[in-house]
């Protein structure tokens, strides 16, 4: 595995690649990697010939006041599980290499960036864009993978791609659960023991909310509303419990049949996020 931390090195190993004719697959990571970074790996490998993983601890998608400085990073252990998992490259450049002195310049999808977590998160989407939008240009994938776990941001991910005219495909897979039904995080860190048992609480609020679709009740507004009260009891402080559509994030119509049920809570030091989507 190639580990590259400057630009000429990786362009160089993309062209040797590419006069090769081999495809090249990418996945953009944060680090601290866990079974669901792996899964993606190996949707990756299926995709196309070589694989690449970014770890870059984004700056510009949090806030003031948000966990930059104390998000885990384990590049180490990173490296080994991505070289156990047969990855060709791992790109980890510096802040320095992704945003170079007195850059102004940056991408934003409105609407999409402003629902949802974009309340509670002023500028984070607009962050991950232009980042996502500077690491494309830097590998020059010909797809990427993410994870569903985040929907809005893979929603707006795909509507950049599409907006921007930009050559590539975009998967999402599934989420990787542990067996409580709790979505891997990297955040999933900040748990404790009985947070962490407790915060199972998360999925099983989106599956009654599926159940209730399911059965044809379609007072949103009921449905979100039960499931907020359910977690505030069980000790969550609710960002939102919200059903939308799941192409646009819009609030559906009573005669939609496409849904994401989209839940973000925090739990002593975490804010977990998570969500199902189901089409009827």
């Not at 495809?23 to 190996?42: E, Y």
Request: hydrophobic residues 45%; proline residues 5%; charged residues 25%.
């Amino acid at each position: 595995m190639h580990v590259i931390e400057s630009m000429p090195k990786l362009r160089e190993t993309i062209q040797n690649w590419r006069s090769a004719d081999e495809s090249i697959a990418f996945v953009p990571t944060m680090g601290n990697l866990h079974d669901g970074h792996i899964c993606l790996v190996k949707e990756a490998k299926k995709v196309a010939d070589r694989v690449v993983v970014s770890i870059f601890v984004n700056p510009t998608q949090f806030s003031p006041g948000e966990d930059f400085d104390a998000y885990p990073r384990t590049p180490e252990d990173d490296a080994e599980k991505l070289r156990m998992a047969g990855v060709d490259a791992l790109f980890m450049p510096s802040v320095e290499v992704v945003y170079p002195e007195n850059a102004k310049s940056f991408v934003e999808v409105p609407g999409l960036s402003d629902e949802l977590c974009g309340k509670f998160r002023p500028g984070h989407f607009r962050g991950v864009a232009t980042v996502v939008c500077k690491l494309f240009n830097m590998v020059l994938p010909d797809v990427a993978l993410f994870g569903e776990k985040d929907w809005q941001q893979l929603t707006v991910i795909r509507r950049m791609v599409a907006d921007l005219n930009m050559p590539l495909q975009i998967i999402g897979v599934p989420t990787v659960r542990e067996t409580s039904g709790l979505a891997m995080s990297s955040r999933n860190a900040y748990l404790s023991a009985e947070e962490a048992r407790l915060a199972a609480v998360l999925y099983q609020t989106l599956l009654a909310a599926k159940a209730a679709l399911q059965a044809g009740n379609r007072n949103y507004a009921a449905i979100e509303q039960a499931q907020c009260e359910r977690l505030s009891q069980d000790g969550f402080k609710v960002d939102y419990f919200a059903i939308r559509h799941s192409h646009d994030l819009l609030i559906p119509k009573p005669e939609d049949r496409d849904f994401a049920i989209l839940v973000a809570a925090r739990l002593g030091r975490a804010r977990l996020i998570d969500n199902i989507t189901l089409s009827l």
